[in-house]
């Protein structure tokens, strides 16, 4: 049964930092490009950041880049997202999720909950 | 940067009716969509992909279709569990992933 299992939210003060796990079992992690998808309270579905299955390749939504940075370790099962300079409007569920190669995300996590305020 | 718009926001249809909703892409993404539902405090669920084909284990009253801009998710009979948010997404421009901003289906 494929799981991902989020992990490391929290309340931080604007400007720190945080980084979220995301544990993966199931399936064969490493050959899977792996997302990280945010959601407002009360909104919709933001894509934040993917990286394919090596590692070698990432992109990000504008709003994060150059403050958030995804990594993972195939080793461990184990997909990051380290977020700095962190502002209220990171405020959000974050989710990891499977990709279908290059497409849809066919499984997801339960979301872990990062709070930014002062 | 392709933008996803649903239409209509909220949706209020009886169990058992049918429910059609919409998503338009502001540029042809081919037939790189993705529908997904989400229930109140869960995760979002992958309903369709490439348009009109069901993900695993989803059931047959469960029907996408479109390509190009114009795109359908369409629940023949709704059950009781139907009643959610769902989203498209488009994948085409990846590694840019758009959403849609959500029909809420909700019970008439």
């Known amino acids: 049964e494929v799981q991902l299992v989020e992990s490391g939210g929290g309340l931080v003060q604007p400007g720190g930092s945080l980084r979220l796990s995301c544990a993966a079992s199931g399936f064969t992690f490493s050959t899977y490009w792996m997302h990280w998808v945010r959601q407002a309270p009360g909104k919709g579905l933001v894509w934040v950041s993917r990286?394919?299955?090596?590692?070698?390749?990432?992109s990000y939504a504008d709003s994060v880049e150059g403050r958030f940075t995804i990594s993972r370790d195939n080793a461990k099962n184990t997909l990051y997202l380290q977020m700095n300079s962190l502002r209220a409007e990171d405020t959000a569920v974050y989710y990891c999720a499977r990709g279908k190669g290059a497409g849809a995300f066919d499984y997801w996590g339960q979301g872990t909950l990062v709070t930014v305020s002062s | 940067e392709i933008v996803m718009t649903q239409s209509p926001a909220t949706l209020s249809v009886s169990p058992g009716e049918r429910a059609t909703l919409s998503c338009r892409a502001s540029q042809s993404v081919s037939s790189n969509l993705a529908w997904y539902q989400q229930k109140h405090g869960q995760a979002p669920r992958l309903l369709i992909y490439?348009?009109?084909t069901r993900a695993t284990g989803i059931p047959a009253r469960f029907s996408g279709s479109g390509s190009g801009t114009e795109f359908t998710l369409t629940i023949s009979s709704l059950q009781s569990e139907d009643f959610a948010v769902y989203y498209c997404q488009q994948y085409n421009n990846w590694p840019m992933y758009t959403f849609g901003q959500g029909t809420k289906l909700e019970i008439k």
């Open positions: 490439g348009a009109s």
């Open positions: 990286i394919n299955s090596d590692g070698s390749s990432t």
